[in-house]
T-cell receptor
Framework: ETGVTQSPTHLIKTRGQQVTLRCSSQSGHNTVSWYQQALGQGPQFIFQYYREEENGRGNFPPRFSGLQFPNYSSELNVNALELDDSALYLC???????????FGSGTRLTVV | AQSVTQLDSQVPVFEEAPVELRCNYSSSVSVYLFWYVQYPNQGLQLLLKYLSGSTLVKGINGFEAEFNKSQTSFHLRKPSVHISDTAEYFCAVPNSNSGYALNFGKGTSLLVTP
């Protein structure tokens, strides 16, 4: 079975721009969650999708938005990028809510 | 919401020595607990999990953890570490207010030296 794959692995954006990050969940998993990990910090929960519906959100502003598709893959969109958005963005999938999460290798976003 | 606190930000240890990484959780009716490891420039890998049953949980790479309800702790241990164990270790607990997504601790950096 394939694990969680994220794309791209790295990207650089300019402040004020918009970015879309992508995640393919592990085969059979219907729940996807996104995390932001700033340098030297633990991952911070952004939001989670279960069967295409957002079912949980962390303390992030509305310019962080997402989607989950019928095949359970997911996107994270960030508008009006700020310098503090520079971080590693991690996607995780599980079978059902409260399942064991499998993480991808992350997307390293740098905002300049 | 359920939360965890990792008591040590950095733990230096010599190769082949034992190590304990400490994690305390906020008390709750039912508790699931996880330890993840993150090697440099990589994502998170599940080391072990406590869902129910035996309080001593064995994971990958020779790690184990003990769930202690009276002390609200879930400390990670390894009797003899290797250089390759150098990594960041995160304790995590599901948050019932967020669809059971994980709340992570701030992490403990384990540095193993010869």
């Amino acid at each position: 079975e394939t694990g969680v794959t994220q794309s791209p692995t790295h990207l650089i954006k300019t402040r004020g721009q918009q970015v879309t990050l992508r995640c393919s969940s592990q085969s059979g998993h219907n729940t996807v969650s996104w995390y932001q990990q700033a340098l030297g910090q633990g991952p911070q929960f952004i939001f989670q999708y279960y069967r295409e519906e957002e079912n949980g959100r962390g303390n992030f502003p509305p310019r962080f938005s997402g989607l989950q598709f019928p095949n359970y893959s997911s996107e994270l969109n960030v508008n009006a990028l700020e310098l503090d958005d520079s971080a590693l963005y991690l996607c995780a999938s599980s079978l059902g809510q409260g399942g064991v999460y499998t993480f991808g290798s992350g997307t390293r976003l740098t905002v300049v | 919401a359920q939360s965890v606190t990792q008591l040590d930000s950095q733990v230096p240890v010599f190769e082949e020595a034992p190590v304990e990484l400490r994690c305390n959780y906020s008390s709750s009716v039912s508790v699931y607990l996880f330890w993840y490891v993150q090697y440099p420039n990589q994502g998170l890998q599940l080391l072990l999990k406590y869902l129910s049953g035996s309080t001593l949980v064995k994971g990958i790479n020779g790690f184990e953890a003990e769930f202690n309800k009276s002390q609200t702790s879930f400390h990670l241990r390894k009797p003899s570490v290797h250089i390759s164990d150098t990594a960041e270790y995160f304790c995590a607990v599901p948050n019932s207010n967020s669809g059971y997504a994980l709340n992570f601790g701030k992490g403990t950096s384990l540095l193993v030296t010869p």
